[in-house]
Nanobody, 121 residues
Framework: VQLQASGGGLVQAGGSLRLSCAAS????????MGWFRQAPGKEREFVAAISWSGIRINYADSVKGRFTISRDNAKNTGALQMNSLKSEDTGVYYC???????????????WGQGTLVTVSS
């Protein structure tokens, strides 16, 4: 499956952004979808994951209550709604797809190219 993330940009602290992930190729609904991010000078980290049905969802503690992951299998898209953004949310955000639900990169076989989110304080 090919993934393309979009929606990044520059936003002030406290603001909101909505990232999208467009999938093509294999059947998107067969896969877990996850979001990861990589801040400058840091390793990539888990943000959120959603099961194929949308019933099972997991968030990193750092984004709980502020970010919402969702998916629309009919449209082969996923999204990450980010509210109350903080400067520490700055980074490149990647959407990923895999067969196993989890928060580690090894669970995901397919990765998008990333979209940059910059939060100014």
């Amino acid at each position: 499956v090919q993934l393309q993330a979009s929606g990044g940009g520059l936003v002030q602290a406290g603001g909101s952004l909505r990232l999208s992930c467009a999938a093509s190729g294999r059947t998107f609904s067969n896969y877990i979808m996850g979001w990861f991010r990589q801040a400058p000078g840091k390793e990539r980290e888990f943000v959120a994951a959603i099961s194929w049905s949308g019933i099972r969802i997991n968030y990193a503690d750092s984004v709980k209550g502020r970010f919402t992951i969702s998916r629309d299998n009919a449209k082969n898209t996923g999204a990450l709604q980010m509210n109350s953004l903080k400067s520490e949310d700055t980074g490149v955000y990647y959407c990923a797809a895999g067969a196993l639900f989890g928060s580690t990169e090894d669970k995901y076989d397919y990765w998008g190219q990333g979209t940059l989110v910059t939060v100014s304080s």
